[in-house]
């Protein structure tokens, strides 16, 4: 029967019609709340693996509010208790990982092998030579030396590179967990207590810096996607500990995320441009340019082309207009003359401890009137190019890859 034949009491559940349902459509049914169900606990996975990572990211950088700042990480019952929901949490997701499924016949399951290596030698030496990253030794060895076998150190982004740093670098460091740590909670925990005690260390690197360590287990590299963090930038990171770090990762696709994570940019860009103080406020005057300068890797990534940082600004460039390139090469120059940052005392941030983070952001609050014109001279050019994003997103298809099902 073609579908123009059918009658009302063709589409209408049997329940309605008074009588029992046929075989074929309890079979229908089944099909159709199992691919709901599947679809939702895909998704739900995807979330909660996401949560397991940022509930360590978490545990490991202090929340700078007010109403948590005496106590920020919690007790010492609390982190073991948190680090036990972790590890049960780890197994139950490692039980239920979605299934990979092709889309359309030529598909084929992409596996890449990743091998970050182990360049510390020469960046020691750059690193001595500027006082603001000369403190990045002693804390790559402390890191290193205070983690537990299994859990791998990283440092990516412009510091792990072998050039010029402006005063504007972040310190992104990483942390690659294995299964031997998160199967066990008291591995989780030390893991975690090492990081804390070198948060001293990094605020005086970098005193507004305003995230923690990036956290990859092995549920992401059996389903990865890179919305999160490319391989690109893996590839040109170096390990803290000395031997390179070597693993099998099976890409999927995940568009949908990257785009997510634009209009999140952007949403938090805007919210942040309403009120003008925090033009002035140098913590969240750079939290704005650091948003802006991610978006370029991030289209990237959602027309299928993950790259690095670096990599990315040359990409987006040939494919916006003059208008909105002029715009985000002022946002560049903007990171390049950045020279707005407060640095805490050494005794002060000492005395600090794990709690560093909260002194340098709270430090990098206070008012910089230039610095919040000139942030406000770029606010239409940064609409700019997020508006050249969302035509680019629309003219650019990327190319298929499987997807988690």
Not at 202 to 208: K, M, Q, Y
Not at 372 to 379: E, V
Request: net charge positive; glycine share 8%; aromatic share 6%.
């Amino acid at each position: 029967m073609t579908p123009d034949a059918r009658t009302p009491e063709d589409h209408a559940p049997a329940a309605a019609l008074g009588r029992a349902p046929t075989e074929a459509e309890k079979a229908a049914r089944r099909e159709f709340e199992t691919q709901f169900v599947e679809g939702a606990r895909c998704h739900g996975w995807f979330a909660m693996r996401r949560g397991l990572g940022r509930a360590i990211h978490d545990l490991c950088w202090p929340d700078p509010s007010p109403r948590r700042l005496r106590r920020p990480f919690g007790g010492r019952e609390r982190l073991g208790q948190a680090c036990e929901g972790i590890a049960d949490l780890y197994r139950e997701l490692d039980e239920k990982k979605p299934r990979l499924r092709r889309r359309g016949a030529a598909a084929e399951i992409e596996r890449v092998q990743l091998e970050i290596p182990h360049r510390l030698g020469r960046l020691r030496t750059l690193w001595g030579k500027q006082r603001r990253t000369a403190p990045l030794t002693v804390l790559a060895a402390e890191l290193a030396a205070a983690l537990p076998a299994g859990a791998e150190p990283i440092l990516f982004g412009s510091l792990a590179c072998e050039e010029p740093w402006p005063q504007y670098a972040d310190v992104d460091l990483g942390l690659l967990l294995g299964e031997s740590v998160m199967s066990q909670p008291r591995l989780i925990r030390q893991t975690i207590k090492a990081y804390r005690r070198n948060l001293s260390r990094l605020i005086a690197i970098d005193p507004v810096h305003h995230h923690g360590p990036f956290v990859l287990t092995p549920l992401d590299w059996g389903l990865y996607g890179e919305a999160y963090l490319p391989l690109a930038v893996l590839r040109l990171a170096t390990t803290l500990k000395p031997k390179a770090f070597k693993i099998e990762a099976t890409l999927i696709g995940d568009r949908l995320e990257v785009l997510r994570a634009i209009s999140r940019l952007h949403e938090g860009v805007q919210r942040l441009f309403e009120d003008p103080r925090h033009l002035a406020d140098r913590y969240l005057a750079k939290s704005i340019s650091s948003m802006v300068l991610l978006v370029p890797a991030l289209y990237c990534g959602a027309t299928g082309r993950p790259v690095d940082k670096r990599a990315s600004f040359d990409l987006i460039k040939g494919e916006m207009d003059e208008a909105a390139v002029a715009a985000l090469e002022a946002v560049e120059r903007f990171r390049l003359d950045w020279r707005a940052t407060l640095f805490p005392p050494r005794l002060i941030r000492w005395l600090a401890g794990p709690l560093a983070p909260v002194l340098g952001r709270n430090l990098n609050r206070w008012p910089d009137a230039v610095l919040g014109r000139r942030l406000d001279d770029l606010k239409p050019g940064i609409e700019l190019i997020f508006q050249a994003v969302r035509e680019g997103l629309e003219t650019q298809k990327p190319a298929p890859k499987d997807a988690p099902s």
